[in-house]
């Protein structure tokens, strides 16, 4: 099972009210007896480790610990963090490829404890040894584990045995075991330093193969294969590893053999290994990756490969022919996403390629033409306004953070998925050119400063290390295991590996603490949908500095960009704009409640909701229309009347339904603005009251529309909000939202238009005629 559905499998089991054992009496008791720590000034650090529903985390605060307790259930972690008491703080992680190093202080944890879940991890050497690498000196690793011989055998995968529990205490200075009921507790303490040693195995049978395949480019950028009419199939250069043979040695040895080109073992950098098998053999590829080089192509076997051609990368999903599943799964390690549908391959990437700087990135000249014409464009519609930003556009080649897509789909204004669920809904992408630059813009980011991204795939992170310069620094958060992957080998094709830190983790948590410079970041830029503003982006915000976030309010995503203020947050941008769901602890719910069977549903995301069972049969009624005489020109912008209602309307929500199947007057392709009190609901209307076909030109009518036995009344409410926007906003300056911690009293949150997130209150400054 892996990781992410293992994942999901614990958490609908702890979202469904179950747990695991409690602690005993007898725990209990050798804990506070053994781990309770002395009086001192500062409180100890501890680290809970699989803390399911936070029952042990909460026993350590008790003793006077400040815990970060970690779980990669998020079900566990949601209920935990509802029980939760003061000097805890919950965290989603996979222990398999999350950051836990970014929990701990510089100076180490005091207590890291495990409790029945060490023998559910797989690979628990490393992690074991990572948890001690974390441990203050003096620190204490406590492991409790169910014994493998009190316990039945189809329980055995829940326990540690004698040779297990010696495994774990190898190599510490000091260990103590103590027997709890049906459970083993291990006190750990003092790593020692481990010498590596090897041996070999037994004389192995010949039933595997090891070979090299080599990604060449040329300067256009284009990537070379060779056609095997005896296979049918396009192939990269490729072949055996000589005993004794360095990988970069086959690599270049290989390529003179095959294609005539000559190259030094020193330009060759190797990506990893991949491990599949064919025809009963495994077979196992190291993937090198080579720019340059001296010659031209030719078919030196010719009975193997009759010629050698260049492809642009691009097409090869569209390749006439079918491609040799080795190099498939090599070119798929280069540019990760580029080829779909292949059988799975293990690959083990190098933790840092050998010589990544050299290589050297080529293009087509098209690239070079279609990113002057988006540059022109962003510069003629006001996006692209000053000198750096046009510059950085010009610079970053974003056609290589897309190589699947054709240049014109890569060049064109508009954002593209990159991974996609199976009904089309986007995970993640790359962003709008436009909305890029409105977002770098309003980030102020300038020569020198200090930048941290939210949100993966590495285009946008190219174009801020451009714009903060070789003095400045970028770094990116990413979640998403694949896409993570693709921006760190993206960055690295493109030359911008130095200039930006890609960490894999939960960007809601912030930077890892020695990644945040002094004072704090100049800028931060989020570039996913966000329910909130999470403490971490302002505590690492210098004063001053700017966060600029598609901030989902009442429904609706804005692009906000706000500047620190002290505790407060100040908007001095805001426009509409649509950004891929942020995921993991950010996350939110968008189910919808459907209406009975009326076809309508509704949608709340920062109202409390309210019983919906009358409003199948008030929609059934006749309902109150009124029309308001304020209207908007076909294609005219209303996104500050969708502002106004969502922080303006008691009981806000969204409703969906189809225009043309029933009563309300939805916008077109789109839901409506709606209120629900006890049993009537209302909601916003449009009718097209002008139509001119010729000029293809229309006008429209905002109106209300009420169901249920309040129906005029609430119709009234929303009738009058629209008057309100008409006169207030609508012509006026651009609203200012405010934000201020969620945990200020009643009394500092003057406005009386606002909406509340767990973590802030966000409100909206204006002054009602």
Known sequence: MSSTSSAQKWS???????????????????????????????????????????????????????????????????????EAGPDVTYHCVDMATGDLGA????????????????????????????????????????????????????????????????????????????????????????PGARTAVHQEKRRPTAAAMAGVAVVVSDPCGRVLLGWNPSRNVWELPAGKVEPKEAFEATAVRELAEETGLRAAAEQVVLLGTLCDDTHGMTRITEVARLTAFDGAPQAREPELITRWEWHAPDALRHLPQPLFTASAHALNTVWPGLLPDLPPAPFTPRPTPTGEARLRFGEPAAAVR??????????EGGWAGTPELRAAFRAVPRHAFLPEQPLERAYANQAVATVSTDDGTSLSSVSQPEMQAVMLDHGRLRAGGHVL??????????????????????????????????????????????????????????????????????AILVTVASMDIPPAWTEQLAEGGRLVLPLRLGGYTRCVAFEKQGSLLSSSHISPCGFVSMQGIGRWDDTQVPLGESGYAIYWEDTPPVPVDALEAALAADPVELRTGVTVAGGESYETLQLWLAFSLP???????????????????????????????????????????????????????????????????????????????????????????????AADHSTRYFIDKPHRRISLAVSVR
């Open 12 to 82: 609908a089991h702890y979202s469904s009210g179950r747990g695991i054992k409690p602690l005993s009496d007898v725990e209990t008791s050798i804990v506070r007896e053994r781990l309770a720590p002395d009086a001192g000034p500062e409180k100890p650090r501890a680290l809970d480790v699989c803390c399911g529903t936070g029952e042990f985390a909460r026993l350590l605060a008790g003793l006077g610990y400040t815990v970060d307790a970690v779980d990669y259930a998020q079900g566990a972690v949601d209920r935990a963090a509802a």
């Open 103 to 190: 929990l701990a202080p510089a100076d180490g944890l005091d207590l890291i404890t495990v409790r029945r879940s060490l023998a559910h991890l797989s690979d628990r050497t490393r992690i074991v040894a990572e948890l001690a690498g974390m441990l203050r000196p003096g620190g204490t690793l406590c492991v409790i584990t169910p014994h493998a011989d009190r316990f039945p055998a189809d329980l055995r995968g829940i326990c540690l045995d004698e040779a297990e529990i010696g495994l774990l205490t190898d190599g510490w200075e000091y260990t103590e075991r103590i027997e709890a009921e049906d459970c083993t507790v291990v006190l750990l303490r003092g």
């Open 370 to 379: 279609l990113r002057e014409r988006l540059v022109e464009e962003l510069t």
């Open 453 to 522: 991204e939210i949100g993966g795939g590495g285009c946008n992170a190219a174009l801020m290390a451009e714009l903060v310069g070789p003095t400045g620094t970028v770094t990116c958060i990413e979640f998403d295991p694949y896409v993570h992957r693709r921006t760190v080998r993206f960055l690295q094709e493109t030359g911008y590996a130095d200039r930006v830190r890609v960490v894999h983790g939960d960007g809601a948590y912030g930077a890892p603490a020695r990644l945040v410079p002094p004072g704090g970041f100049d």
């Open 651 to 745: 009981g806000f929500c969204r409703l969906s339904g189809d225009r043309d199947k029933g009563p309300v007057l939805l916008p077109k392709n789109q839901d409506a603005a709606a209120l629900v009190s006890g049993g009537s609901l209302g909601c916003l209307t449009v009718r097209r009251i002008e139509h001119d076909a010729e000029a293809d030109v229309s006008r429209w009518e905002f109106g209300a529309q009420g169901f249920g036995p309040e129906a005029r009344a609430i119709a009234e409410t929303v009738a009058d909000a629209v008057h309100t926007w008409d006169r207030t906003f609508r012509h006026g300056p651009a609203p200012t939202l405010i934000a201020l911690p969620a945990s200020l009293p």
